[in-house]
């Protein structure tokens, strides 16, 4: 089991940037498939990006392809999220996941373990 701990969120100016942090318990990061979603108020959750377990493999949802980047360092059993040219309808609490398996999961269901959210405010 892992449990994963969100931090970076906050209140930013549109086209401003954030980077949003998931810190994983545990020793077995790396076989963890991660991914990051997001659930605005009122609209269910979304997937926002994914990584394979060694980072050769990631996926954006077209909305934030080119603004957002999802990296890891499995060294420090941590998922980033960086968020450049931000939106206003990027504001969200933002969860990040994890699944060991060597695929990419895209959906919330095939997620087995979540963070509790940090919020991201995005201000016109």
Request: some cysteine.
């Amino acid at each position: 089991q892992v449990q994963l701990v969100e931090s970076g969120g906050g209140l930013v100016q549109a086209g401003g940037s954030l980077r949003l942090s998931c810190a994983a318990s545990g020793r077995t990061f790396s076989t963890y498939a991660m991914g990051w979603f997001r659930q605005a108020p009122g609209k269910a959750r979304e997937f926002v990006a994914a990584i394979s377990r060694y980072g050769v493999s990631t996926y954006y949802t077209d909305s934030v392809k080119g603004r957002f980047t999802i990296s890891r360092d499995n060294a420090k059993n941590t998922v980033f999220l960086q968020m450049s040219s931000l939106k206003r309808e990027d504001t969200a609490v933002y969860y990040c996941a994890a699944r060991i398996t060597p695929l990419v999961p895209k959906t919330a269901a095939e997620y087995e373990y979540w963070g509790q959210g940090t919020q991201v405010t995005v201000s016109s």
